[in-house]
Nanobody, 117 residues
Framework: QVQLVESGGGLVQPGGSLRLSCAASGFIFSLYNMGWYRQAPGKQRELVAQ???????NYADPVKGRFTISRDNAKNTVVLQMNSLKPEDTAVYYCNARSASGIRSHWGQGTQVTVSS
């Protein structure tokens, strides 16, 4: 059974940092593209960052230079390091695993990130 379990969310002041982690199980992690998405109230879910099975990374423009995505295939984990957080980063953050073909896609339950003073 596929499981994606996010952790690391919370409340942080503007300018602060958070580190989100996603622990994966139930599929061949190294073969999947891994991503972090977020959904703010009243908005659509959007891609934040992605790391492919080959290690290529891409970021949404609003987070470039502030967020870093990484994966550890030995530990079946993907991490999103978020620095210089802004109030507009407030959202529920979701971990996603997508097969190379795009046919299979799995989601975590989400973790809340709130940036506020």
């Amino acid at each position: 059974q596929v499981q994606l379990v996010e952790s690391g969310g919370g409340l942080v002041q503007p300018g602060g940092s958070l580190r989100l982690s996603c622990a994966a199980s139930g599929f061949i992690f190294s073969l999947y593209n891994m991503g972090w998405y977020r959904q703010a109230p009243g908005k659509q879910r959007e891609l934040v960052a992605q790391v492919t099975s080959g290690g290529s990374r891409n970021y949404a423009d609003p987070v470039k230079g502030r967020f870093t995505i990484s994966r550890d295939n030995a530990k079946n984990t993907v991490v999103l390091q978020m620095n210089s957080l802004k109030p507009e980063d407030t959202a529920v953050y979701y971990c996603n695993a997508r097969s190379a073909s795009g046919i299979r896609s799995h989601w975590g339950q989400g973790t809340q990130v709130t940036v506020s003073s």
